[in-house]
């Protein structure tokens, strides 16, 4: 599903795989829709959360409805 990322992740990375902006990211994160870990001030997500919350039911709940992922534009 993921195989051309890395095992942990940055936010950057999860916005690409997601096709979403910089504050829909971080707002899931906040909310802890998507696990991840802090190291220092880093946020780092394991490639195996971001698969866990594609794979959920949240994940069709989630975005924004103009989120590509939704079929927006």
Same mark, same amino acid.
């Given at each position: 599903?993921?195989? *051309? &990322?890395? *095992? #942990? #992740?940055?936010?950057? *990375?999860?916005?690409?795989?997601?096709?979403?902006?910089?504050?829909?990211? &971080?707002? #899931?994160? @906040?909310? %802890?829709?998507?696990?991840?870990?802090?190291? %220092? @001030?880093?946020? @780092?997500?394991?490639? @195996? &959360?971001?698969?866990?919350?594609?794979? /959920? /039911?949240?994940?069709? %709940?989630?975005?924004?409805?103009? /989120?590509?992922?939704? %079929?927006?534009?």
């Amino acid at each position: 599903m993921f195989e *051309d &990322y890395n *095992d #942990l #992740l940055y936010v950057v *990375d999860i916005q690409s795989a997601l096709c979403i902006g910089r504050t829909t990211a &971080y707002r #899931l994160l @906040r909310e %802890g829709k998507i696990k991840h870990l802090r190291i %220092g @001030r880093t946020i @780092r997500i394991p490639k @195996r &959360y971001l698969i866990d919350f594609v794979l /959920s /039911s949240c994940y069709h %709940g989630c975005v924004t409805e103009n /989120s590509p992922l939704e %079929g927006g534009k």
